[in-house]
Structures are given as C-alpha cells and as structure tokens.
C-alpha cells in the first residue's frame, strides 16, 4: 500500500513529473522496444513516499528506478556516461511550470526486466542536482515510451508490477474498462474520467505523483463555466507550492475543491477533495492503487481499475493528508511557505522560511530530510510554526487543519 508524504504532496520536486516532458522540438521518444514475443514478467516494486521504486538492469547490471508513466525514459548524467550512451539530440524542454531549458536525449540499449529485454530507448538526461534522483536514491526513471507496446498491471496488494503482451495473462473486467489514449510524443497515458454526470475529463494517469486527483487550473476554469454542479468550492488560497524540472513557478490563485463524485471506469467514488495545480492536464496519480489495482493496456488502448473488493461499485475517498491553513514548498534547500490559504496570518508572507515545526527546530534538516520525512504528519489539528522573514525577524505562528 502506498503511503502519504506530507510535503511531496504540496510540490512536485524536481524531476520528470506533473507533465512537464514537452519537447519543443518534437523528439521521437517513441522508438525502440523488445523483440520478445510472448514474454510474462512479474517485477516486486517498494512504495517509497508515494514513489514506486523498482529493480531493473542495465546491461547486466542491477539499478534502482522509479516507475514514472508521465515521464519517458530517464537517466542520471552519472549512469548516461557510464554507459557511453550515444547523443540523439539536446532539445528545449518545458517544465510542468511553463519553464523552460535544454536536455540531453541518449540512447539506451540493454534495459532487463525480468528476461525481457529493451534496446534503443531514447532517454532524457538529469542533472547531477536532481533531487528525486538524489533522494530516492535511484539512477532514473522507467517511462512510458519504453512500455508503450506492453500491458502494464499495478498490483497494489502483492505490491507487483506484471508486464506482458497478452492480455490474457492478466485478470480484466470489462465493467472496469475506459478508454485509454497515449499521446503521439512519449505515449503518456490518457484516461477518461467522470468528475459529474453527463461530464466527461481526459486525465494523464501519473504513478510518479502521489496524489489521488490533481485538477488542473485548465479544467477548474472549464468547469467553473459549465459544471458548476461537478464540484463544491472549499477554499481559495495565494502561491505557489508547485516545483518542476527548471524551478518554482509564478504564484497565482489556488483553489480547493471537492467533488462530490469522480467515476473512473465502472467505480464510483464519493468526496473527493483535491488542490488545484498549475499544468494543462489534470492528473490522476497513485493514489488510486490505495483502493484496488490499475492496467494499462498499451496494446489494446485499455485502461483498467478494478477495486480489492470488485464488488463495490461505490467507494468514498478517505483523505490522507490534511488540509492545513498553510502549505509549504521546497524551491532549493529550505523549507518555506508555498500557499497561504483563506485570509491566513497578516504576518506571514509567501516565501518566508520556516524555521521550526512545534518547537522542533528543522533549520538544519538536508534537503533529502524535509523531502523524505512527514513534517506536518501530526495528529492534532493545530500546529505553531517558527516563521522567520526575508529581513530574519521571527515569529510564532499557528496553523489550523480541516477537520
């Protein structure tokens, strides 16, 4: 079962997440694959702060990945020249934040996973500063322009990735099926959902973002328009708590919002409540592999969920994170405040540091400490924060959470 990460779930770190891989000059990362036929792999994956983590090789050598399927292939500068990968090309790319700057795309041959290998991936090429990399400690990520030609199953409760190229090898019902579209770039997967009745949204299925449904301000502005009904306005909040590939981005208007219903295939769930976030697709993330297991038919053009008990048509969403007053981000080694939500403390500005959580002084914590650790895991729903401002006065403040 997948867990909650309180500060991953308030950003996207840097890393190929949230949709940001837009080439600006197309670059043809759907190329390459297996020459296996008839090939059935069953890969243990860990669940690390909503990051699913696998253990492939790479030219007979083992690796840690992260399964990302918004993202394509992935690698670190260190693993690119370890293995002299070959140079495709070196294109503009643009972050989940509409920022923008240039990678690398090699070729990778020699990718095992199980007994199946892939050969002549293109792949991006991090930087040595990638924090995702760096803190998850893992060489990359496996995308989906590799698994493009495969089906992909998420067994959440054996906590088991299947790949395969027969369906039959894998247990479907077609009351969980719904169309599945991968985009012409780097196939990311696309799924329809239904956030009301009668309304219909594309959403890019994303393993790589632990949240359960990410709306995008696109969508909340559509909806705002013509499905006022799809959802209930919670609160309204001013910042950025968003980080992508190339930096943070422009602070803007926030939003909470529940929906009242959200049906993803033949499963309906009640009270769904989410932020919305910067991007042009709303995302559905990881977090539906809490309540049962998800197919990815790349062959067939499905997409499956079918929940642990297939007999519940209908689930509520339970939350796992709370909605405090107040969200932090990390934009580079510190933790600061992201959004202020509702009419928020007078004193506090977006972008002040925050020094300590309940008198737990975190001024010191590295960077993979604040990522990696449940700061505002906290059973009482109030909190004091240490706030310290850009001319370093500090001050005591108190942040509250929905009950």
């Known amino acids: 079962m997948m867990r909650s990460l309180s500060i991953l779930l308030f950003l996207v770190v840097p890393g190929c997440f949230g949709g940001f891989c ?7 990362f759907n190329r390459g694959g297996t020459q296996h036929a008839g090939y059935y792999e069953e890969i243990p994956y860990e669940g690390v702060r909503n990051k699913i983590i696998v253990r492939i090789a790479i030219q007979n050598k083992e690796r840690r990945f992260i399964w990302d399927t918004d993202a394509p292939l992935l690698v670190s500068r260190r693993l690119a020249a370890e293995l002299y990968a070959d140079t495709l090309a070196k294109k503009r790319i643009t972050d989940v934040n ?3 700057d240039s990678m690398y795309v ?12 892939f050969d002549g991936i293109p792949a991006l090429v991090a930087s040595e500063d990638n924090l995702i990399l760096k803190c998850f400690d893992v060489e990359g990520l496996i995308g989906s322009n590799m698994t493009r030609n495969s089906i992909v199953h998420f067994d959440a409760q054996r906590q088991v990735i299947v790949l395969t190229d027969d369906i039959r090898h894998v247990a479907v019902d077609p009351d969980f099926r719904t169309g599945l579209l991968l985009d012409s770039i780097q196939s990311l997967p696309f799924v329809e959902v ?8 594309r959403v890019l299925f994303d393993t790589g973002d ?16 013509k499905r006022r009904k799809a959802f209930r306005l919670k ?4 910042g950025n708590a968003q980080i992508g590939l190339h930096g943070e981005g422009v602070g803007g208007t926030r939003y909470r919002v529940l929906l009242p219903a959200l049906k ?19 995302r559905l993330g990881a977090g539906p592999l809490r309540y049962g297991n998800v197919t990815i038919d790349g062959i067939n053009k499905h997409f499956y969920f079918a929940p642990h008990d297939v007999t519940a048509m209908k689930l509520t969403y ?16 510190k933790l600061v405040v992201g959004i202020i939500w509702g009419n928020g403390d007078p004193g506090v500005r977006v972008g002040d540091r925050i020094m300590a959580i309940n008198d737990v002084d975190i001024s010191q914590r590295e960077t993979c400490s604040l990522i990696l650790e449940n700061l505002l895991d906290i059973e009482e729903n109030q909190a004091y924060l240490t706030i310290q401002a850009d001319d370093g006065m500090t001050k005591r403040v108190k942040i509250t959470a929905e009950e």
Do not use: C, M
């Open 22 to 28: 837009r080439p600006q000059d197309t670059v043809a």
């Open 318 to 333: 339970q939350k796992t994170i709370k909605d405090w007053s107040l969200s932090p981000t990390i934009p580079g080694d």
């Open 210 to 225: 632990g949240n359960f449904y990410s709306l995008s301000e696109r969508s909340y502005a559509v909806f705002s328009r």
């Open 235 to 238: 609160e309204r909040g001013f």
């Open 194 to 201: 239904h956030p009301a009745k009668q309304a219909s949204e």
């Open 264 to 282: 993803i295939g033949g499963v309906e769930f009640a009270d769904v409540s989410t932020t919305t976030q910067d991007g042009s697709n709303t």
């Open 98 to 100: 509409a920022q923008r």
């Open 106 to 117: 090699v070729n990778i041959d020699g990718i095992s996973i199980g007994a199946t290998r």
